[in-house]
């Protein structure tokens, strides 16, 4: 029996890995054919009548181990100078700006139509109003670099933001003066948390000789994580701190802090551990995919009855969107469609204790969300890519080779 489930996970590891590399080719986004894989292992079990234990209770562990991984490898993908100084500002406000209004808005929608408190609305809020990094930076693989670029900067501001904002929304009992006070002080003692903690981890990943390193940093900064979970505080925080220290060593060399760390040894491991935390989300997204595609009922596909909400919260999350594009003054085509949700809207959804969970967004809205939207998406970079192959076609009409 063991043969066979080391055998299964390692076969479904590498249609993974498949599904990753025919994505340049196929424009289909890999996350939907795991979620499609998963579903169709759960009816053949069904079918066969296999005994398969209930992987429910594996999702928040794989989804926080994911998020952690998400967030440090596009932290270490953010660059931190002069010249990105236009895209980090149109990014952070993309980013951020839709997620307060989203969230609050239908919120308030939620709270005044259905009389459900603002802090409970704003929770079961939050979750929709966070785009996946995890799904929309494969994705644009085949942009244009600055338009690449700016889905890699706003995935990744979106998740770190949003999950910033969750914690806000689920501390405490009510949203209260003395809520917002507590959490700014939990808010600045993280990150002298994490000044600290990545500085130490960013000496041990220069100091360390042994032939095991990258390991034993990734193991202490989920441990960092947690033990922040613990004690309430927004510990995402400390992740993209660590992962932006990382990926901007060169640009802090002239910190006196930094005189003593071998900055060219630096360099060369910062790429190494990269490549790993690269390797290590890769397994980890898959595995989670698969399980939530397994998990997932067939009824809460074609549920009509939470289509309608899944539909209202997509035309919110685009047209807020489509303002926010405009106001920035970035191009409509592709970027308007890239918004998909994904990972962390199932894990914050998932974090929502049981009693503070709304009737009406259930399991059913998140799963239709997510693969709308992924779709979406999807139509959105194919046609971007047929523009893109039309005027290289016209380029090389008007510049024939001689």
Known sequence: MAEMIIIGISVL????YFFDITTRFSKVPSVILLLLTGWFL??????????????????????TIGLILIVL??????????????????TIIVALIP????????????????????????????PFCIISSAIAIPSSINLSASKREFVIYESSLSDILGVIFFNFAT??????????????????????????????????????????????????????YEISKIYHLPALIFILFFGLVLGNIDEMKHLK??????????????????????????????????????????????NPESLVWSVSILFFVYLI???????????????LLIAPRGLITILLFLAIAP??????????????????????????VLFSNKEIKKVEEQLADEHPKI
């Open 13 to 16: 590891l590498l249609v993974s």
């Open 42 to 63: 759960n009816q053949i079990s069904g079918l066969f009548d296999f005994i398969i234990p209930n992987l429910n209770s594996l999702l928040p562990i794989l989804g």
């Open 73 to 90: 490898d596009g932290s270490l993908e953010l660059e931190l100078n002069r010249s990105k100084k236009s895209l980090i500002n149109k």
């Open 99 to 126: 997620v307060l209004i989203i969230g609050i808005g239908f919120a308030t929608y939620v709270h005044y139509e259905w009389g459900f408190p603002f802090k409970q609305s704003l929770e079961n809020i939050i």
């Open 171 to 224: 501390f405490g009992t009510a949203i209260t003066l003395s809520s917002v006070m507590v959490f700014t002080w939990q808010f600045f003692l993280m990150l002298i948390i994490s000044v600290v903690a990545s500085l130490i981890l960013a000496f041990l990943l220069g100091k360390i000789d042994h032939h095991i390193k990258y390991g034993p940093i990734i193991i202490l900064t989920i441990l960092i």
């Open 257 to 302: 802090i930094l005189k003593s760390f071998r900055l060219t040894k630096m360099n060369r491991e910062v790429k190494h551990f990269k490549d790993v935390v690269v390797e290590a989300t890769f397994i980890v997204r898959s595995i989670f995919f698969l399980v939530f595609g397994f998990v997932i009922q067939t009824e809460d596909i074609i």
């Open 321 to 335: 969107r489509y303002i926010m594009l405009k106001l920035a003054k970035m191009e409509m085509s592709p970027l």
């Open 355 to 380: 009693e503070q969970r709304i009737p009406f967004i259930n399991q059913s809205v998140i799963v239709q969300v997510i693969i709308i939207s992924t779709l979406i998406m999807m139509i959105g």
